[in-house]
């Protein structure tokens, strides 16, 4: 009897010490996904510098959200650290690699929503932000509204102590280059489709999930190669090119934005997940390759489910990707289809 108790003590010591490590670990359960465009990417398009490249880029951008969701931070930090470092890249579409519009000029969209309040904020047509995203999420935290535009948007920008740069920033000769390529083309072509390595979405995205569950996404861009008019694409429309809902999952998209919008793509994802039941996965591809399929639109999505599950989709030959969690840390990085 003796023995007995003494050996129902020692469990319920041993389960008692045991809790405290639970908790520790539940703390820093975490998840990162990101990508950085779709399109056409193919080996034969990619020389290995430029390969190595694109893949250090994103395991550096995964390992900036690491650390901020590793040392206890939200989910809405690791977006905006995962990308500005691809924003700081002139590999991607979207802050210093940004695109040239008809006019010659780069014009910067971006969008980020907190899925725990589905409170969002965006901003298009800016000229001078260095980092799209942290405007976008000063929209969100600082004003009353949703979307910002042009002007109105970096004027609120200098209130807010947004980091502003001359329009020369953006400059880089790769971009000046597609978009002469585009014009002689086509004076009013979007992208050059039958030239390899042109018809590219180097838009950029990130969603993460956070150790107090919280979901978060972003997405940030520089639109079209010679768009016109003033175009906005699908990435700063909410519901379109990025949402995030606790309840179901965040999303981020890349591709062409008009189908995107139409398609209300990012949304269509997560509702999937909360009125059907679909696992991230499923829903993901049933909204790339059959509803946005359908209509003729192409591109891709990076998604992350409430509980952690991360998928891809995307209808093209590749799209520059990546992911991390708690229990995979190390940068899992892949650019083509297969």
């Not at 490249?53 to 995964?62: G, K």
């Not at 002139?90 to 014009?107: C, Y």
């Not at 999420?137 to 009353?144: F, G, L, P, T």
């Not at 919280?214 to 940030?220: K, L, Q, R, V, Y």
Request: proline share 2%.
């Amino acid at each position: 009897m003796f023995c007995r108790h003494i050996l129902v003590s020692l469990g319920v010591l041993g389960v008692i010490s045991a809790l405290p490590q639970a908790a520790s670990a539940q703390d820093h359960i975490y998840s990162l996904v990101i990508h950085g465009g779709a399109g056409t990417i193919t080996r034969d398009s990619m020389t290995d510098e430029t390969e190595d490249a694109y893949r250090v880029a994103l395991s550096d951008a995964l390992m900036k959200g690491r650390a901020v969701l590793e040392s206890g931070g939200t989910a809405l930090d690791a977006v905006t650290a995962s990308i500005m470092v691809m924003e700081d890249s002139d590999l991607f579409n979207a802050g210093k690699g940004a695109v040239f519009t008809h006019d010659g000029r780069n014009e910067l969209d971006a969008a980020i929503m907190d899925g725990r309040t589905l409170n969002a904020g965006a901003i298009t047509g800016v000229t001078r932000v260095r980092n799209p995203i942290t405007l976008a999420r000063a929209v969100m935290e600082q004003s009353r509204h949703v979307m910002l535009a042009r002007e109105g948007a970096e004027a609120f920008a200098r209130d807010h102590d947004i980091t502003l740069v001359s329009p020369t920033y953006f400059y880089t000769e790769r971009r000046y280059q597609q978009l002469l390529a585009v014009q002689k083309k086509d004076k009013e072509a979007l992208l050059l489709l039958n030239t390899p390595g042109d018809h590219e979405f180097g838009t950029v995205g990130a969603v993460a999930l956070d150790k107090d569950g919280n979901i978060a996404a972003g997405t940030s861009t520089g639109g079209l190669t010679n768009k016109m008019w003033g175009r906005i694409g699908d990435s700063p429309i909410i519901g379109a090119g990025t949402y995030a809902n606790n309840k179901s999952c965040g999303v981020s998209a890349t591709g062409t934005g008009e189908y995107f919008i139409r398609a209300t793509v990012a949304r269509e994802i997560c509702a999937l997940m909360e009125y059907k039941s679909y696992s991230v996965q499923q829903a993901a591809d049933q909204v790339i390759h059959q509803n946005l399929t359908r209509l003729g639109g192409d591109g891709g999505v990076i998604a992350l489910a409430h509980d952690g599950a991360i998928a891809y989709s995307f209808n093209t030959e590749g799209m520059y990707r990546g992911q991390l969690t708690s229990t995979h840390p190390e940068p899992k990085v892949e650019i083509y289809k297969d």
